[in-house]
Nanobody, 125 residues
Framework: QLQASGGGLVQAGGSLRLSCAAS?????????MGWFRQAPGKEREFVAA????????GYTGSVKGRFTISRDNAQSTVYLQMNSLKSEDTAVYSC???????????????????WGQGSQVTVSS
């Protein structure tokens, strides 16, 4: 089970940090973790992913240099630090887990086994 938190309303240029805590099931460190987002009227899109050990990270182009994904395996939690937020970042953000993924940083939603509930992020301009 994945529980996301940390969303909210922020002005453009501001920052937010999303957290996603995992509970029960297999060992957290055996999962690559990802963040996806879905804006109204749009398809769910990949935002960022981090490998099992945290040694590899990947981002979609529009967030590179602004967002940082990290994980704390001892706390079974993955984070998404979002800086320099823009109005186009407004979306529902969801975390997902890919068990023993063949890719270090899976970017396709089809590679993920488990999904958390979404957390709304609204950036006002």
């Amino acid at each position: 089970q994945l529980q996301a938190s940390g969303g909210g309303l922020v002005q453009a240029g501001g920052s937010l940090r999303l957290s996603c805590a995992a509970s029960s099931g297999r060992t957290f460190s055996e999962y690559a973790m990802g963040w996806f987002r879905q804006a109204p009227g749009k398809e769910r899109e990949f935002v960022a992913a981090i490998s099992w050990t945290g040694g590899y990270t990947g981002y979609t182009g529009s967030v590179k240099g602004r967002f940082t994904i990290s994980r704390d395996n001892a706390q079974s939690t993955v984070y998404l630090q979002m800086n320099s937020l823009k109005s186009e970042d407004t979306a529902v953000y969801s975390c997902a887990a890919a068990w023993r993924s063949s890719s270090h940083i899976p970017s396709s939603k089809n590679e993920y086994n488990y999904w958390g509930q979404g957390s709304q992020v609204t950036v006002s301009s």
